[in-house]
């Protein structure tokens, strides 16, 4: 389908058969954003912002087509004007534009136009350029594929608009805007998928993904950020096609996953998990998650893990905001993991219940080695991994029982992940006992309200002892070594166990400590070997 501006009205207002979509799966909130921003509300302001984002680009067009070749507006950006994507934004966006000219054609006529020209996709055949404040990435017609165990695509150039946008994940992302005429192209109904919210490939879904198996991440990315479903003919091509994405780069599947845990929620990243699992694509890039549907017999009694920590997930991003972490990806990343441990350490106890004893610990190493095999960041993976591992420190204490020394060792272990801490501890609550809930809220609120309260008195945040390595030493009389880690160690355990001691206190300690090893304060310690 082609037409100009002025006729989007029309099309935009034209009934199209409705697709099922996700509003059952909606919170009331969701479904008015996705409500607002269907493309039929305001079918006038989609052909203004059309012209506008274009206008950047006119000149440009006017130019290829005075050297005899095409160019036209392509990617998210035209998807993201139907989707009434905010004007501030559109503005601030890069534009995507494709040609039937050459990388060197392209580059020739850039160099004439552009305020600066840049080659690092050229051998991509891309070509970006800026001109004031607007900045293009020009691409040549082309079509990708993978070879069989390549990582890397195989570019063919073509002159044909039309065969460039069939090469695209999905028709939503295969409409275009011809300069500089200003033709709305979209000849896989993209718009009408747009409308209905659905997910669908130009061509055949095994086609599509076979080209390029990232697409089938990017759906779930769909799914998760705009709340799309996905055609009946996607999901069985996902799932017999899972195995192509051994080809594609750990960086790049990493990238993908980012993106659905970071979209926009409370239950986005659920959606796009969910489907990820559902068809068996995370099986190969997650394989830890869809091992947590553990199968329920009379014999191994338990709830569903799996739905438990999408439950956790929907809940820690909905408790973001209140500890001023809003879009953590280690928070989410944390609270979908933190069970993963449970599979390797399901046991049996003699009067028939199921217990998971120290899934923490083996759920924190598994974590860290998922995520590094994802080249996620050490950062992240040393502050996911952390995570999981402290997760059930909170219910090491009864209602109560939280001594001054075992708040402090609650602060010290979790460092600067304590806020994160606390949205997966409280997040992990998802029974449907009142009564429980309640207390163990109750308990949270206290544990928080005594952290404050010792910080008032103490540095929690920066606990250590009374005396300093150079102290120790003086009164010990011994060289830097061992021996004044050890003493060392040992007055930070008594700063935990009763707070400041002050300098003549700690002094006693340590020399007691000392008496007690067979160290006399000013003896040379024994030869450590």
């Not at 109560?400 to 606390?422: K, S």
């Not at 300093?468 to 061992?482: A, S």
Request: proline residues 7%; hydrophobic residues 40%; charged residues 25%.
């Amino acid at each position: 389908m082609s037409a100009g501006p002025e006729d989007l009205p029309r099309l935009l207002g034209t009934p199209y058969p409705r697709c099922p979509g996700p509003d059952s799966t909606f919170s009331s909130q969701e479904r008015t954003v996705h409500e607002q921003a269907a493309v039929s509300e305001q079918p006038q302001n989609a052909a203004a912002a059309l012209r506008a984002v274009a206008a950047p680009a006119q000149e440009l067009g006017r130019i290829f087509a005075g050297h005899g070749h095409e160019l036209a507006l392509v990617g998210g950006l035209v998807r993201d004007v139907f989707l009434g994507r905010d004007r501030v934004d559109l503005d601030r966006a890069d534009l995507d534009l494709a040609t039937d000219a050459t990388p060197g054609q392209v580059l020739e006529i850039a160099k004439s136009w552009g305020d600066k020209v840049w080659e690092v996709g050229i051998e991509f055949g891309t070509v970006g350029l800026r001109k004031g404040a607007t900045v293009f990435e020009i691409t040549t017609y082309r079509s990708e594929t993978y070879i069989p165990d390549s990582r890397k695509p195989e570019v063919q150039y073509g002159t044909s608009l039309h065969a460039d946008l069939a090469r695209r994940d999905f028709t939503v992302n295969a409409m275009a805007v011809r300069l500089p005429a200003l033709e709305f192209v979209d000849p896989f109904g993209g718009l009408r998928d747009l409308r209905d919210r659905v997910l669908r490939t130009p061509g055949r879904p095994e086609d599509s993904f076979t080209d390029d198996p990232l697409r089938m991440l990017r759906a779930a990315r769909f799914v998760a950020q705009l709340g799309f479903s996905v055609a009946p003919p996607l999901p069985a091509a996902m799932g017999a096609l899972a195995p192509r994405l051994a080809v594609v780069s750990a960086e790049r599947i990493k990238d993908e996953l980012v993106k659905i845990m970071l979209a926009a929620g409370p239950s986005g990243p659920r959606r796009g998990i969910s489907l990820l699992v559902d068809t068996g694509v995370a099986d190969v890039v997650l394989p830890e998650v869809p091992k947590l549907r553990l199968e329920t017999d009379e014999h191994l009694r338990h709830k569903d893990v799996y739905q438990h920590s999408l439950t956790v997930l929907d809940q820690a991003i909905g408790l973001e905001d209140r500890y001023g972490l809003h879009g953590d990806l280690v928070v989410r990343l944390a609270a979908l993991l933190h069970d993963i441990g449970k599979p390797k350490t399901r046991a049996r106890l003699p009067d028939g219940r199921v217990a998971f004893h120290h899934h923490e610990v083996v759920g924190e190493q598994m974590a860290r080695l998922r995520l590094k095999a994802l080249r996620f960041p050490s950062g992240v993976v040393a502050d996911v991994s952390t995570l999981i591992g402290l997760h059930l420190r909170f219910h090491g204490y009864g209602p109560g029982e939280w001594t001054d020394a075992a708040v402090r060792r609650y602060v010290r272990d979790a460092g600067p992940l304590l806020p994160r801490l606390h949205v997966l501890t409280r997040a992990d609550c998802t029974t449907r006992n009142r009564a429980k809930a309640a207390r163990l809220a109750q308990a949270q609120d206290d544990l928080e309200k005594r952290i404050d309260l010792l910080s008032q008195q103490e540095e929690l945040a920066r606990i250590r002892p009374d005396l300093d390595g150079n102290e120790i030493m003086r009164i010990l009389g011994v060289p830097p070594g061992r021996v004044v880690g050890r003493a060392y160690q040992h007055l930070l355990e008594q700063r935990m166990e009763h707070g400041p001691l002050g300098a003549e206190r700690a002094t006693q300690e340590l020399l007691a400590w000392a008496a007690a090893e067979g160290l006399a304060a000013g003896d040379s310690p024994p030869a450590e070997g």
